[in-house]
């Protein structure tokens, strides 16, 4: 049975800083696709970071430049690091894995949160002051 724990999340001030991990456990294949998704109150789950098992990563627009994917293959377990965070970071962010990324290069510009079979149970970003 695959499973996906994530940590890391929090409550930090505008200008912030936050590692979110994800590990995941049970999984078996050679290779995978791992994902951020995030879901703000009253808006859809979207994806913010991906990252596969060749290395390849990307990252949507509002979180370029500022944000950082790392995974490590030997633990099937990744890490998302946010710079600058804004209050339109806050959201419950999720972990999701799937076999091979939709797109070429781990591309989230069109993943969609159907694409994954698995889920963790969420970490809450919150940015105020």
């Known amino acids: 049975q695959v499973r996906l724990v994530e940590s890391g999340g929090g409550s930090v001030q505008p200008g912030g800083s936050l590692r979110l991990a994800c590990a995941a456990s049970?999984?078996?294949?050679?290779?995978?696709?791992m994902a951020w998704f995030r879901q703000g109150p009253g808006n859809q789950r979207v994806a913010v970071a991906a990252?596969?098992?060749?290395?390849?990563?990307s990252y949507t627009d509002s979180v370029k430049g500022r944000s950082s994917i790392s995974r490590d293959n030997a633990e099937t377990a990744m890490w998302l690091q946010i710079h600058s965070l804004k209050p339109e970071d806050t959201a419950m962010y999720y972990c999701?894995?799937?076999?091979?990324?939709?797109?070429?290069?781990?591309?989230?510009?069109?993943?969609?949160?159907?694409?994954?079979?698995?889920w963790g149970q969420g970490t809450q970003v919150t940015v105020s002051s």
């Open positions: 999701a894995l799937r076999s091979q990324c939709p797109l070429p290069h781990a591309l989230v510009k069109y993943m969609s949160p159907d694409d994954f079979p698995y």
């Open positions: 990252i596969d098992s060749d290395g390849d990563s």
């Open positions: 049970g999984y078996t294949a050679r290779t995978y696709c």
